[in-house]
């Protein structure tokens, strides 16, 4: 289990190795079934629409421009073959990334979508300035741990710690600096993460990197005050306090309340997808052993009420039964290797 929060140059050179065919393999899925694919094939005609030259445009996505674009005789620089027209393009819902991120059941599809944003132009304003937001981080950074766990939560905050980080850095994007790396985007899941890790695998946090990450951020304004919380719990309230900076961080826990009994089945169902993260945060503090939070409490009971009101199974209670049952597994072959070693020396 990789324990860094960064990219290892091991690890960078598997993810290099695959990077290919993990792409072409999926791309080829999407063809293939679009069904199972509806968030994928958006967002892949999205950055379609974002690496077409602007002055190819007007030809390739206006339709009364068909026949000039067949008589140019213009070539796709990668195919070789010629250029089709396309229907005319309408920027998706910034929801459409974060249902992608949350929904994806295949670790490929974030390995494309993390390959897509690497490779994608920084100065591309359509995508890091008007569409990418703090809540795509959040989402990239708890599902890909969560749901996915390994090799490709290692993957997400190397991206999200580094090379996300560069981009926003060269683009001397201040504002979008901000808004990603924020309490609430960045901080409250990064530790949400390592919170549940120590819940479930026992791994002790480093304050060193409890600290960096701390210092990666640019807006420390809060809402929730959940940030607190999770310092205390992943150190003990005696050796958080000992870090100064936490001094500034909001005492009291705020969080969204919903009435469910009034509240209709539309309206319950975006609650759910719009308060996901936070109620994975809560529900691994509770996991930690904090008691006697009413905040939380009241949180957790309303968002299960829609989860019931909505029919819909508990996403927390599903991902973390799977990461203990890995875990298990994992100690289990250890301990079998373990008492094989002395038949091998003997």
């Not at 080829?28 to 994928?40: D, G, V």
């Not at 010629?82 to 819902?93: A, E, H, Y």
Request: hydrophobic share 35%; with cysteine; glycine share 2%.
């Amino acid at each position: 289990m990789i324990r860094s929060v960064f990219c290892s140059d091991k690890l960078r050179l598997v993810i290099r190795r695959h990077n290919s065919t993990v792409v072409n393999k999926t791309i080829a899925s999407i063809n293939e079934n679009t069904e199972a694919f509806p968030y994928q094939t958006v967002l892949n005609d999205f950055f379609q629409y974002i690496r077409t030259p602007k002055n190819l445009k007007p030809l390739i996505y206006r339709p009364k421009n068909k026949n000039l674009l067949f008589a140019m005789d213009l070539k796709d620089k990668k195919t070789n073959k010629p250029l089709q027209p396309r229907d005319p393009f309408k920027v998706p819902s910034k929801s459409v990334l974060t249902q992608f991120i949350w929904e994806s059941k295949d670790p490929s599809s974030i390995k494309w979508l993390i390959n897509e944003l690497e490779h994608l132009n920084n100065r591309k304003s359509i995508f890091w300035t008007d569409y990418f937001s703090g809540t795509h981080v959040r989402s990239l950074i708890l599902s890909s741990y969560f749901k996915h766990s390994g090799v490709l939560s290692s993957l997400a905050f190397y991206f999200v710690n580094s090379a996300l980080r560069t981009k926003f850095v060269q683009n001397k994007n201040k504002t979008n600096i901000g808004n990603v790396y924020n309490m609430e985007d960045y901080l409250v899941p990064s530790y949400t993460v390592r919170l549940s890790k120590k819940n479930i695998f026992n791994c002790e946090p480093n304050v060193s990197k409890l600290v960096h990450q701390w210092n990666f951020v640019k807006d420390s304004n809060e809402t929730t005050g959940l940030a607190k919380l999770l310092i205390k719990q992943l150190l003990g309230e005696k050796k958080a306090l000992e870090l100064g900076f936490i001094k500034k961080w909001k005492d009291d826990v705020t969080l969204p309340t919903i009435d469910v009994v009034e509240t209709s089945l539309g309206k319950c169902a975006d609650y759910l997808h719009k308060q996901k993260s936070v109620f994975f945060t809560c529900r691994t503090l509770i996991d930690s052993g904090l008691q006697d939070n009413k905040e939380i409490s009241r949180f957790i009971e309303e968002y299960k009420a829609c989860l019931a009101k909505t029919k819909r199974v508990d996403l927390y209670d599903e991902v973390v039964n799977n990461l203990k049952i890995s875990h298990e597994n994992i100690q289990k072959e250890g301990n079998k290797n373990e008492q094989k070693e002395p038949e091998k020396s003997g």
